[in-house]
């Protein structure tokens, strides 16, 4: 078998499952909180998952629409 045709076999057979690093489903209710307890695991600052969580959107529709 070719190192493609593995690499895509192993690709179909959900690689990622089981696996305990893999991110857990984002598409949930909580979706931010999920986002914002795994950024502020790796080390993230308070200030930087604001902005990653939608802080810059925020500011930038407060410049653009005033407010």
Known sequence: MSVTMNRRRFLQMGALAGRRDAAPDPNTPWRFETLAALLAKRGHSDARIAKILGGNFA??????WGG
């Not at 500011?59 to 653009?64: D, G, S, T």
């Open 59 to 64: 500011r930038l529709f407060r410049e653009v």
